[in-house]
């Protein structure tokens, strides 16, 4: 891309971003590959590589949430679930250097 098309891709962007609105929720998606997943040292997929996937929700309000996995091989066979965590909370700010955290999770893997 030339000095043109970079020109006019940061004025589209700061165009766009004066026009945003504030934001009400963020969310956050990720795909992750690993070249050996492990767990407290000891590797799940017997140097294999494995597949992480995390979602995360945050509300301006305060609620959050998310969901996180990974799956491999870990017998030589078929892809498998090896770890998950799924949590839910609620957060506020106190003053401006204060806040509380109220949450929740769960967690689980094939060890």
Known sequence: ???A???R???ATLVLSATC???R????ADVEIQTDARYRGVSLTAGRPAIGVSLAYDQRSGFYG???GVAGDFDGANPHALS???YVGYAARIDAESAWD???SNSGSII
């Open 21 to 23: 609105a504030a934001a």
């Open 5 to 7: 098309g970079r020109a």
């Open 25 to 28: 929720a963020q969310v956050a």
């Open 1 to 3: 891309m030339g000095a």
């Open 84 to 86: 998950y965590v799924a």
């Open 102 to 104: 109220v949450g929740i």
């Open 66 to 68: 998310g969901l996180s």
């Open 9 to 11: 891709v940061l004025a």
